[in-house]
Each structure stands twice: as structure tokens, then as C-alpha cells.
């Protein structure tokens, strides 16, 4: 039942243990380490001890034990299911399809491994430059520090873990206080892929305790964090030379232009609002319809939202479950009061059962409201009507997120316009914002974040570039 700290590869004790509960029904799951400062300096000092080991490492080898990672976890499938529903309520199929997404990204992680290069570079295009041939190289940074969220506890650590292995890096890991189990098992099946000691370490504990002593340190090179943005822009500002990735959170909002045919667009839509109880950092959030359609959309939104089945996360026809505390859920309750009291209209939801809150749909909401201006991170979306794209696009701007929007639109002027236009890190062209596979280029701009992740691109967040210059 107790769960330790992975540091050196070895599972360590440490001082303190917290009860780790279901948000779903309290029952008790675990005790989990709670790492102190020493802690967290005894897993820096063994990620900096294996650093060489990665760094010398050869790319066939990394690809290997990422491949061998793979293996295991599509063996143990049904386990990181059952861990995922447990420590996050999130409910069994959407679990199932979260570990289909991290095995993947693992794969994608085998393959940039073995892709890892730098170029040439004419330096002869400037005078002085000539005589010589020049390229570069991509070096592993060293140590890693990865924070990480509760909402998607394997593939946000995959998101991290994946592309720092594969560029020949270390890893101190941080996973979210309500979900570590997950991440406790990742470590133990990268033992088992063979991954050297040291290469992975898992300190789990409170947040501001084991993130301070990160930022702090001077050995760690890279900040890779995901969560919320108070505490990563908190990060950034104690980063000093640190390299510092922050994926954030978002308000994401969809256009419905006129003319779309409704109902082929409408479960996506839903799908969109309401996975994982809105949790979900492209989750969505206001949706702009065009006037035209607007009534009907609205009908036929509301009908569907009522079919989506609420109960227990281990329940494989369970739509939504709880959310992660029962404080999120009374913070959701009252923003939806306020937006009622403001005026909003509640068109279906509003309550609680417990601690899942019902999927709520609100109309016509002042953007000044909290669940318009503000990340839900809740089963609430809000259904505006517009009378042009133009005017919905200035909505969706008038945000200080910019992760992802999409657009409806049967017409590509408008759809190349609004692309333009939107002030986001990606524009999904007839698909809801919530849209992600995971080798992509996915990052915000405004206060969602810094860098992109995907792959690749994290990969160039994890590397430094060197140049060689050799002289003829
Ligand atoms: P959070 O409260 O910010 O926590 C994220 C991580 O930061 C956790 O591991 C947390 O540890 C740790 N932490 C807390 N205080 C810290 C501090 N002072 N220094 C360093 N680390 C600290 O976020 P969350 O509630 O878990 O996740 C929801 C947020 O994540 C939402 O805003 C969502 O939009 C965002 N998100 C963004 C993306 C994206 O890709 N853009 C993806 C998913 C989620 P404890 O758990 O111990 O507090």
C-alpha cells in the first residue's frame, strides 16, 4: 500500500506518507511518499550522476528501451487502466483511449530517437565565411525536471518522459499529488525496459516543495511543466537560465459558421464539452453559433448533452464521473450561479450528483462571467449566438489563452481568414479545439504557454544546439 521514491533506481523511504483517496468515492488507494528538499536534492544528484550514462548512450539503444517500454505497457494495459480510473476518476473508456494515447507517443518517442540531427550551414554566404565546412549537432541538455498535471496523468508524463529519454537526457518527475500511481508504475516498467539508474526518478509530494527545489538548482537544465498558470508563470519567474517549456491551460472556443450541416458536427461537439468532465486543457469551452443555425444547434446540443451517462469511473458506460476534488466541484457550481444571475441561461445541468457535476450547457453569457473569461476545468460550455464569423472571431480573441480554436465553416475563404486571425498555437479547420494527436505541434501562445510539445518539437526543447565550424 505504501508507495516510495524512485531515486537511483532504487524505491527509497522517506519521513512523511499522505493518504491518497478516489475522488470518485474516498475510498483510500495508497500512502505515497511525501519527498522533502533532501529528497529532491539526493534524485538531482542521481540524475546528474547518470547523466553521462544517457548522454553516451547510442540512439538505437534509447530507441530500445522506449521500444521495450511500448511492449510492456500494451502488455499491462488493462492495469494502467485500472490505475488511471482510480486516481483520477476518469472514467474506464476514456482511460482505455488515454493509455492507447501514451503508448503511442512512446512509439513516436522509439522513433525520434533514432532522428535526432543537427545540418549544415553555408557560412559562406556571408564574406569572411568562406573555406569552411559547418554543421550542427543536437546535444542532450543533461537533467530534466518534468511537473506534471493531474488530468492526463500517462500521456502528459509521456509528453515529457518520452522525448527526454529519446534525446539521451535524465529525468527528475513530478507527477501530480492526486495522481501518482500512474507515474509510479511508468518508472517500475522503464526499470524493466532496462533503462540505467538514475535515468528516471520519481519524486512525488507536494508541489511548491519539490518545485522550488527544481527551479533552484543549478544542475537542472530544463523545466518541462504542464498545469495551471499561476504556477507555471510563478516557475518561469524563478527560472533564470533554465530552458522552460509551460503548457497551460485555455478557455477554447469553436466558430460555427452558417450553412454547416448540424447534426454530423453535433456528438463531436458534445464529445468536445464533456470528455473527462471538461478536465481537459483543449476542453470546450464557449462555443460561437451563427445566428442562422443557432436555435437548432442549441435543440439538438442540449438533447445530446441529456443521453451522456453519469456514474462511477470503473464503469465502462460511464460518460462523465467526478471531478478531481469536491471543492472543483463547488467552484463550478458557483460560477454557473454567477453566469445565471448575470443572466445566462441554463439549459441543461447545473447541479451536482455528489461529486460529478452534471454536464451543463449555459446560453447567452456575458464574457465578462467567470465561465466565459476564465478556464472551467468543469462539465460547463457556454452556446453564444453570432452574426458573423468576423464577430466570433473577436470573441475567441478577447481571452488571455490562446491554446487551440476551431471552425465549422463550409466556406475555405472564411476558414484561411479566421485561421489568420485567431490568436492561438492551432486552428482546427472544421474540428472542435479539443482535436490532438500526439506527434503534432501542440503549445499556446498569451498565457498558455511557452514552446511546443509533440515529439519532435519537444525534442528541440530538450536538446542544445552545437555548431562545428572546420576550416579547409
Ligand atoms: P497545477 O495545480 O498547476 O499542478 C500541476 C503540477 O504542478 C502538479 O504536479 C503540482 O503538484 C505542481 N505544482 C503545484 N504547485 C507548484 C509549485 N509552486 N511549484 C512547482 N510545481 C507545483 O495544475 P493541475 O490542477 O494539476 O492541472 C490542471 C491545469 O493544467 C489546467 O490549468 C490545465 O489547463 C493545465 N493543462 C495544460 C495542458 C497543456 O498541454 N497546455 C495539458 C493538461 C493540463 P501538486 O499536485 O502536488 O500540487
Known amino acids: ?56 548512450m ?103 518522459v518520452g522525448p527526454a529519454i529519446a534525446a539521451g537526457n535524465t529525468v527528475v518527475l513530478k507527477p501530480a499529488s492526486q495522481t501518482p500511481l500512474t507515474s509510479i508504475f511508468l518508472a517500475e516498467l ?30 537542472v537544465k530544463v523545466i518541462t511543466f504542464t498545469g495551471s498558470p499561476a504556477v507555471g508563470i510563478g516557475l518561469r519567474n524563478k527560472a533564470g537560465l533554465k530552458k522552460v517549456t509551460l503548457e497551460l491551460g485555455s478557455n477554447s472556443a469553436l466558430i460555427v459558421d452558417k450553412g454547416v450541416d448540424i447534426d454530423s458536427i453535433i456528438p463531436r461537439t458534445v464529445t468536445g464539452a464533456f470528455s473527462f468532465a471538461g478536465q481537459v486543457c483543449i476542453s470546450l469551452q464557449r462555443v460561437y453559433v ?29 460518460d462523465v464521473s467526478a471531478v478531481i476534488s469536491p471543492k472543483d466541484a463547488e467552484r463550478a457550481l458557483s460560477w454557473i450561479e454567477e453566469a445565471r444571475q448575470s443572466g445566462a441561461v441554463v439549459a441543461a445541468g447545473g447541479g451536482r450528483e455528489g461529486n460529478i457535476v452534471e454536464p451543463t450547457v449555459l446560453l447567452n453569457v456575458d464574457p465578462k462571467q467567470k465561465v466565459s473569461c476564465q478556464e472551467v476545468f468543469a462539465p460547463i460550455v457556454l452556446i453564444n449566438k453570432v452574426a458573423s464569423v468576423e464577430e466570433a472571431i473577436a470573441y475567441v480573441n478577447d481571452s488571455r489563452y490562446g491554446l487551440q480554436a476551431g471552425i465549422y465553416t463550409n466556406d475555405i475563404f472564411k ?39 509533440g515529439l519532435k518539437y519537444a525534442i528541440e526543447e530538450m536538446t542544445e544546439m552545437k555548431l562545428i565550424s572546420i576550416k579547409k
Open 190 to 219: 522503464l526499470q524493466e525496459a532496462g533503462l540505467p539508474d538514475g535515468a528516471i526518478n520519481v519524486v512525488t509530494g507536494s508541489g511548491s516543495v519539490v518545485g522550488d527545489r527544481l527551479i533552484q538548482d543549478d544542475r
Open 1 to 56: 500500500m505504501k508507495k516510495h521514491l524512485l531515486i537511483d533506481g532504487q524505491w527509497k523511504e522517506t519521513k512523511e506518507y499522505r493518504p491518497l483517496y478516489s475522488p470518485y468515492n474516498n475510498e483510500l488507494l495508497a500512502e505515497i511518499a511525501y519527498a522533502d528538499a533532501q529528497d529532491v536534492d539526493d534524485a538531482i544528484a542521481a540524475a546528474e550522476k547518470a547523466r553521462p550514462v544517457m548522454a553516451k
Open 58 to 160: 547510442p540512439a538505437h539503444q534509447r530507441a530500445s528501451i522506449l521500444e521495450k517500454l511500448v511492449e510492456l505497457l500494451t502488455k499491462n494495459e488493462e492495469e494502467c487502466t485500472r490505475l488511471l480510473a482510480l486516481e483520477a476518476a476518469k472514467p474506464w473508456t476514456t482511460a482505455k483511449a488515454e493509455v492507447a494515447r501514451t503508448i503511442m507517443t512512446y512509439k513516436f518517442a522509439a522513433e525520434e530517437a533514432r532522428r535526432i540531427h543537427g545540418e549544415t550551414i553555408p557560412l559562406d554566404a556571408a564574406p569572411g565565411g568562406e573555406g569552411r565546412i559547418t554543421f550542427t549537432l543536437r546535444e542532450p541538455v543533461g537533467v530534466v525536471a518534468a511537473i506534471t498535471p493531474f488530468n492526463f496523468p500517462m500521456n502528459l508524463v509521456a509528453h515529457k
Open 415 to 453: 476558414a484561411l481568414h479566421a485561421a489568420e486571425e485567431l490568436e492561438v498555437g492551432g486552428v482546427m479547420i472544421n474540428d472542435i479545439p479539443t482535436f490532438r494527436v500526439d506527434h503534432m505541434p501542440y503549445g499556446g501562445v498569451k498565457e498558455s504557454g511557452i514552446g511546443r510539445e
Open 290 to 318: 451563427h445566428e442562422d443555425l443557432y436555435e437548432a444547434f442549441v435543440e439538438k446540443f442540449v438533447a445530446q448533452t441529456k443521453t451522456l451517462k453519469l456514474g462511477s469511473p470503473l464503469d465502462p458506460e460511464t
